[in-house]
């Protein structure tokens, strides 16, 4: 199926497909081994009712969101031989109104395994969320979400246009996987790309142009202190796809005065595609989870280069990672055995930004003792955590304000773990959205079991 990470594609005659009734494009291509199902090139007048649904859902409806969206051709419509969703503000400051468009194939065109793609061009602008997704046909058939499963294809935050998204939701407590893309040239705001995913039995892949960036397959439903209901549930039942422009929330933050409500806050999308195999084998298991709990350096500690005394790639996922989201700017540099992280942007939220380092091994009924020394080129504050990525986020060490000086400190803390055992806890020091852009230097991060 795949070869070297590109996914092998054929190009399909406009005589050997029909969709619906509809003559598939000459330039069709379709993953090998699958057949078209359906798809929508948008070529009509207007949106489709027989393939689409309008949504309509009130402001702070989830994730505290910002906007309503309205079924209105005025937020989603056909133009140009694309779908454009369009949020839109109305008014200023505190009085403000946003609204945007939700389309979705609910009870429409459902299916039950297949790949999905759609080629589009996401807006720019603090605040946006765009996304092109998937939920259960019968949302309540394994229980409400998180335990009914969701599929995301494409999320790319309006302020940060280089980096895709896909994710999947699922179980009680709610759990989710995550891998992410991110161009080398280019910007998903400037040009169309194809956003796909390919699922199949006990197994779910992401792909963006073609490449192959993620995979999941270890996912459970049930509710908690029940028995899991047979795996591969709750990805073993039909699902459709979304469409949707949001704006604000808890993940991209609020717009701010940079954000422009024009043609760049729109998301256009040329078109949208269903493929399927003839057959599918269900009979599949659970891969059984082992546990990789990274070994401790010979002091105990389980932070690695925790002196800074080598020079990493802090782009990587080895060892220390500098990350910007949400209008942070700045920049990390390893030296003389301490990292120095200057900041241009304190950005909208705390975690604008992030210096972290994953794989943390947090053991069940465990204590653990957290420290680090670090100082400011002014006084400011920045917070610590120990978080879990694959664990909704969940706070192994909540986010602790610390004050730092000119001076060098050292700051201790006891951790006591008791939560399940996890292999990827992830220590994290939060410098955005604080008041201060002022630099940060920090050594000697220490994480070891008593």
Same mark, same amino acid.
């Given at each position: ?13 406009v005589s050997a497909l029909t969709a619906c009734g509809k003559t598939a494009p000459a330039d069709m291509v379709i993953p090998e081994g699958y057949h078209l199902v359906w798809s929508d090139e948008f070529d009509g007048k207007k949106l489709n009712e027989k393939d689409w649904n309008y949504e309509v859902h009130e402001k702070g ?36 109104? +946003? ?17 999905? /793609? ?29 335990? !009914? ?15 895709? @998204? ?20 280019? =910007?998903?705001?400037?040009? +169309?790309?194809? *956003? ?10 992401? +792909? ?19 028995? /899991?209901?047979? @795996?591969?549930?709750?990805? &073993? ?6 469409? %949707? ?14 954000? #422009?409500?024009?043609?760049?806050? !729109?998301?256009?999308?040329? @078109? ?11 009979? #599949? ?15 105990? %500690?389980?932070?690695?280069?925790? =002196? *800074? ?12 990672? *500098?990350?910007? *989201? &949400? ?17 241009? %942007? ?19 009924? !465990? ?31 909540? =986010? ?15 951790? &006591? ?34």
């Open positions: 199926m795949k070869k070297t990470g590109l996914l092998i594609l054929t190009v399909i005659s409806w989830v994730n505290h969101e910002l906007q309503e969206y309205v079924a209105s051709p005025d937020y989603a419509y056909v133009k140009d031989g694309e779908l454009v969703i369009r949020p839109v503000k109305e008014g200023e400051g505190s009085s403000a109104v +946003y609204k945007s468009g939700r389309v979705n194939t609910q009870n429409k065109h459902d299916l039950k395994y297949g790949y999905f /793609e759609a080629r589009l061009k996401v807006p720019r602008g603090k605040g946006f969320l765009p996304a092109f997704w998937m939920m259960p046909q019968d949302e309540e058939y394994y229980g409400q979400w998180p335990k !009914c499963g969701e599929i995301d294809i494409m999320e790319v935050l309006g302020d940060s246009t280089k980096v895709n @998204y896909g994710t999947v939701h699922f179980g009680e407590p709610h759990k989710q996987v995550q891998g992410s893309y991110s161009l080398a040239d280019g =910007d998903f705001a400037d040009e +169309y790309h194809v *956003f796909a995913v390919e699922w199949e039995p006990g197994k779910i892949t992401w +792909y963006c142009d073609g490449k192959e960036y993620h995979s999941a397959d270890d996912w459970f439903s049930a509710v908690e202190g029940e028995e /899991e209901k047979p @795996y591969p549930a709750p990805f &073993n039942q039909p699902f459709h796809v979304i469409l %949707n422009v949001a704006v604000g929330g808890d993940w991209p933050g609020d717009p701010d005065e940079t954000t #422009v409500f024009d043609d760049r806050a !729109c998301m256009y999308v040329d @078109y949208v595609r269903m493929f399927q195999k003839d057959s599918y084998d269900e009979n #599949v298991k659970k891969p059984e989870k082992v546990l990789e709990l990274r070994e401790a350096a010979s002091d105990g %500690n389980l932070v690695y280069n925790s =002196d *800074f005394g080598e020079k990493e790639d802090l782009t990587d996922d080895e060892n220390w990672k *500098f990350l910007l *989201f &949400n209008g942070g700017e700045g920049e990390a540099k390893i030296g003389d055995h301490e990292i120095i992280i200057t900041s241009t %942007n304190e950005g909208t939220e705390e975690y604008s930004v992030q210096l972290v380092q994953p794989k943390m091994p947090m053991e069940e009924g !465990c204590s653990y003792e957290f420290s680090f020394e670090a100082k400011a080129d002014e006084p400011r504050t920045i917070k610590p955590a120990i978080t879990a990525p694959d664990v909704d986020w969940i706070r192994y060490f909540p =986010d602790t304000p610390v004050d730092l000086t000119n001076d060098w400190q050292t700051f201790t803390f006891d951790v &006591n773990m008791d939560k399940k055992t996890d292999d990827n806890g992830r220590v994290e020091f939060n410098m955005g959205k604080q008041g201060s852009t002022a630099t940060v230097h920090i050594r000697n991060v220490k994480l070891i079991k008593k």
